[in-house]
């Protein structure tokens, strides 16, 4: 049982109403599902106690709290068209993902956000947000759970299918048995999507690519100079995806890559997931790689 908190929208922590006090303060959700997607994820649904919806773009993340454990920074893995749903894909790696991974319908967790830029809304020259990518190719290139914040933009590229050229979908797990969303990949390739798998070792039963998930990348077709790309996973495939894209002449302000570097805060406050001139938390998490890739190239001391 969650404890009773003031959730009073107009209250700060510092006592005095504020913008800034109200990023920090959670809002309580209800788990309303859970689904076990690897040995150690789960897929989790959430609703707002007082039933207003978390508006999202896809790319943002929460701040999701276990009471009396911790919070920690999620990606959010749902439907940006149906906001009153909540969704975070959880790979239980500490404590307070532990708890979180724990939970069951009926419990109560604590939300801040959303936070941070998204894939796919960049601002244009008038400072309103535009769409990139519109009237292009789109490849995605998932390693691992980086799947699970890619979700929202496949779901939205799905909707506005008519609105982009050719969208390419390309997956890298270590096993067949940690894929995520086995049971949309299918869905995803009949709506005139492009979808490989490959996983780094094949299990008994396994019929489709083995290797990285670059190796993918010369069977998308795709234009490169029109192309916008995103990738998420570890860093090491990002850099290795990026250099790939690269050479296949995808520009650099195309390629966008989420970093996710010990944010803590998530309203830039902390300072934790600084990255040189950058706050991984409010500059990001997603990047164009011509502002990133050679910080991620830098080796650290």
Known sequence: MAPDLDLDPGASLAGSPGPAADAMRPRPFRVVRVRRDTQDTVTMDLRSLDGAPLAFRPGQFTMLMAFGIGEVPISISGDPQHPELLTHTIRDVGGVTRALVGAQPGDVLGVRGPYGEGWLASA????EDSEDGEGGDVVIVAGGIGLAPLRPAVLQLLADR???RRVSILIGARTPSELLFTD????????DVHVA????????GWRGPVGLVTQLIPGAAFDPAG????????????????????????????IRL?????MRCGVGL?????????????DG????????LHLMRTREL
């Not at 244009?124 to 400072?127: E, L, R, T, V």
């Not at 949309?184 to 709506?191: C, M, P, Y």
């Not at 996983?199 to 008994?204: F, K, N, P, Q, T």
């Not at 989420?258 to 010990?262: D, F, G, K, V, Y």
């Open 270 to 282: 902390c300072g934790h997931c600084q990255l040189r001139e950058h706050l991984i938390c409010i």
């Open 258 to 262: 989420s970093l996710e570097r010990n």
């Open 227 to 254: 192309t916008t790309a995103l990738v998420c996973g570890p860093e090491v495939m990002m850099r290795h995806v990026a250099d790939a894209l690269l050479a296949r002449a995808v520009p650099a302000r195309g």
């Open 285 to 292: 998490p997603v990047f164009g790689a011509d502002r990133v």
């Open 124 to 127: 244009g020259a008038d400072g």
């Open 197 to 204: 798998v490959t996983v780094d070792r094949a299990l008994s």
């Open 184 to 191: 949309e990949l299918e869905r995803w390739a009949d709506g």
């Open 162 to 164: 008519g609105r982009y």
